[in-house]
């Protein structure tokens, strides 16, 4: 290993150190507080506060992508130990859902384009970049070749997903009292432990997650580090040939690296330079998030769906972080996860064929 690589590494260890120090320190006193998702969400603010506050450790925040990726594979793998033999029979039975979440996301794009179009007067480019409620890694990734101002649509982003995380834990506590904060943070607290589960079992979870990636690879999946142990998973599952249980750390530290991940970003976004953007991000993120959560209402009074159920299906906070909120609380992960991946493939195919349809009118010469 050169000189370079190894400096690297060890500035990596020392971001992974200091980001997971702060983020299991403020999610223990989540915990001790008897807030719901404690980890998720003192991982989120602790990290972001703190880096925000005192500039030096600022520098030393972040999980590096090579700690992030099996973090994200397991968390593909144990999403889809939820589906089984009975799934393909539930995916009949979803079809109003997935009709009505489609519908919610074309109108929470519209609407927020025409909030920061029409009324924030943002390039049309640069304001579907920032609205569009899904594909959040792959968005902000080709943003950079469309766009000047990439960093304006990782705002955009991270705010929304922020949002989520703050959001739903608490609208649980408040529609569902604080006894079912209590029951899942027991529930998450009673999941097997990676020492109580015999070796086979462990074998099979890391053998899923590693074989998954390349797998997802060459079949050019979007998001393979999720999508591809999912379906992985999920397909070994439904067809009963393994049954991979929760596993008490892994949910754990899963929450400890996405939160403090998302908190290190946001504790680098310098406030004042990103003042105005900030304050349409937030409303940007609450018109996208309000399309859904009426929808979500709607769809709940007619049906006999718990409402925290379609909410956690609809709402747009990121595939990886949603899904590890209902995993959380204990919700059918196989209907959040599956109206998620719809949403996300709907955005990922769709917006290719947006961005080109834009660029050809651009191109046409005016009469």
């Not at 060890?10 to 983020?23: E, R």
């Not at 432990?193 to 015999?198: A, E, H, N, V």
């Not at 999946?221 to 439904?238: K, Q």
């Not at 009963?240 to 400890?256: C, K, N, T, W, Y």
Request: proline share 5%.
């Amino acid at each position: 290993m050169t000189p370079a690589r190894t400096n690297l590494l060890l500035s990596d260890i020392k971001s992974i150190v200091t980001t997971f120090v702060i983020a299991v320190t403020t999610g223990f006193f989540c915990q001790y507080l008897g807030l719901p998702a404690p980890f998720l969400l003192g991982s989120l603010f602790g990290v972001w506060c703190v880096g925000a506050t005192v500039k030096p450790v600022q520098n030393n925040l972040g999980v590096p992508r090579w700690f992030h990726v099996p973090v994200v594979l397991g968390l593909g793998t144990l999403i889809g130990a939820n589906f089984g033999p009975d799934t393909m029979a539930q995916m009949h039975d979803w079809a109003a859902t997935i009709t009505a979440m489609i519908a919610a996301t074309i109108l929470a794009t519209l609407a927020g384009l025409f909030f920061l179009i029409r009324i924030r007067r943002y390039d049309f480019m640069l304001a579907l970049l920032g609205c569009i409620p899904g594909g959040q890694a792959e968005v902000i990734t080709i943003s950079r070749d469309l766009v000047d101002k990439d960093y304006v649509v990782a705002l955009f982003h991270l705010v929304r997903v922020a949002l989520v995380f703050c959001s739903t834990p608490l609208i649980l506590a408040i529609m569902q009292g604080q006894d079912a904060v209590a029951a899942s943070n027991a529930a998450l607290l009673a999941m097997p432990s990676l020492l109580d589960l015999p070796l086979g079992t462990v074998f099979l979870f890391v053998a899923v997650s590693v074989i998954a990636l390349p797998i997802a690879r060459l079949c050019k999946l979007p998001m393979p580090h999720l999508v591809g142990p999912l379906i992985l998973s999920s397909t070994l599952h439904i067809l009963g040939i393994i049954d991979i249980p929760r596993m008490s750390e892994f949910v754990i530290m899963a929450q400890l690296t996405i939160g403090g991940a998302v908190g290190a970003r946001l504790a680098k976004v310098p406030f004042l330079e990103l003042a105005g953007y900030l304050r349409d991000a937030m409303i940007s993120a609450v018109i996208v998030l309000s399309t859904y959560g009426l929808t979500a209402i709607v769809l709940a009074s007619w049906t006999s769906i718990d409402f925290m159920k379609l909410l956690l299906a609809f709402i747009p906070g990121g595939l990886y972080e949603v899904t590890l909120l209902a995993l959380i609380f204990g919700f059918d992960i196989a209907f959040v996860a599956f109206h998620h991946t719809v949403r996300v493939m709907m955005v990922f195919f769709g917006l290719p064929f947006i961005i080109a349809k834009t660029r050809d009118q651009t191109k046409r010469p005016q009469a």
